[in-house]
Nanobody, 115 residues
């Protein structure tokens, strides 16, 4: 299997924290740039954070300072730690694994932030 599988979504109060996990096939993990995207109702899918094979990271301005992305090569896992959650963080979150010749998407995990 090569399709990423994400987990960890749920209902969280504003100001709270939540961690998302993505299991990535070992056949592509080493070479893949990994990322989290999200899509809120009625909006385009947007890039949240990326982590390269060398563990360089980048974040959308809207989450910078609140979210952390990292990868664990021993487990073939990628994570998104979300802190200080806001109502506008509510979205379906997708794991993405991208190489020069491939792009794979997970099915998504729902994150809902309540007031």
């Amino acid at each position: 299997q090569v399709q990423p599988v994400e987990s960890g979504g749920g209902l969280v109060p504003a100001g709270g924290s939540l961690g998302l996990s993505c299991a990535v096939s070992g056949s592509i993990f080493k070479s893949a740039c990994l990322a989290w995207y999200r899509q809120a109702p009625g909006k385009q899918r947007e890039l949240v954070a990326t982590v390269t094979p060398s563990s360089s990271t980048d974040f959308a301005d809207s989450v910078k300072g609140r979210f952390t992305i990292y990868r664990d090569s021993a487990k073939n896992m990628m994570y998104l730690q979300m802190n200080s959650l806001k109502l506008e963080d509510t979205a379906l979150y997708y794991c993405n694994a991208k190489g020069i010749r491939f792009t794979f998407w997970g099915q998504g995990t729902q994150v809902t932030v309540s007031s």
